[in-house]
């Protein structure tokens, strides 16, 4: 079945360094992939979103390619913040008129030092 | 746009008794919500489909009669753990679909959760 793997943390890196959190996948079809982030004690809020391959979603400086012929949809950030520090979560799910349901990875906790 | 909220956001409560948690789609429609359960440092594990108007559909594992899932309306989702116990203690999230007319994708939106303790 489909299925969503991701490194696993915790990640720790100083401030204004560099982030890669890989995310590896696999679907059937063509599903959309989402990166959700959760802060602490808070539900998840999704990051970005790639709907088709070669797609880049970006957002709050982050970036993922929806890149088909590796199955990746890794996330970077160029310098990271205090304020990034969150859990973060790969997810895919069906294209449109398909099954609903989203599948994440277990989560990569992140944490950054001043 | 496309705000979920959840209420309450914390509960504490003995253990036997029943626990009510309500789901909204505040601005918008929502055809399906989900329910899911996150585990301290885990991912998050989906209990159930609802579709309002009809009964949800549980994932493999999750106990309907312990999870008693209403979608009464378009913009309405409770989940009720009844008899609760311990181990039953756990963050619930949900989240809510617009549709193809509101999103391309059917993405889901989620709401802030619901720390539940059993004592």
């Known amino acids: 079945g489909d299925s969503v793997t991701q490194m696993e943390g915790p990640v720790t890196l100083s401030e204004e360094a560099f982030l890669t959190i890989n995310c590896t996948y696999t679907?059937?079809?063509?599903?959309?992939l989402f990166w959700y982030v959760q802060y602490p004690g808070e539900g998840l809020q999704l990051l970005l979103k790639?709907?088709?391959?070669?797609d880049k979603g970006s957002n709050k400086g982050f970036e993922a390619t929806y890149r088909k012929e590796t199955t990746s949809f890794h996330l970077e950030k160029g310098s990271v913040q205090v304020s990034d520090s969150a859990v973060y979560f790969c997810?895919?799910?069906?294209?449109?008129?398909?099954?609903?349901?989203?599948?994440f990875g277990k989560g990569t906790r992140l944490h950054i030092l001043p | 746009g496309a705000v979920v909220s959840q209420h309450p956001s914390r509960v504490i409560c003995k253990s036997g008794t029943s626990v009510k948690i309500e789901c909204r789609s505040l601005?918008?429609?929502?055809?399906?919500m989900f329910w899911y359960r996150q585990f301290p440092k885990q991912s998050l594990m989906l209990m159930a489909t609802?579709?309002?108007?009809?009964?949800?559909?549980?994932e493999q594992g999750v106990e309907k009669d312990k999870f008693l899932i209403n979608h009464a309306s378009l913009t309405l989702s409770t989940l009720t753990v009844t008899s609760a116990h311990p181990e039953d203690s756990s963050f619930y999230i949900c989240?809510?679909?617009?549709?193809?007319?509101?999103?391309?994708?059917?993405?889901?939106?989620f709401g802030p959760g619901t720390r539940l303790t059993v004592l």
């Open positions: 609802s579709n309002e108007g009809s009964k949800a559909t549980y």
């Open positions: 790639a709907t088709k391959a070669d």
């Open positions: 601005d918008f429609q929502a055809t399906t």
């Open positions: 989240s809510a679909t617009p549709g193809l007319a509101v999103s391309s994708y059917n993405e889901q939106f």
């Open positions: 679907a059937t079809g063509y599903p959309s």
């Open positions: 997810a895919l799910g069906g294209a449109m008129n398909r099954d609903d349901k989203i599948i």
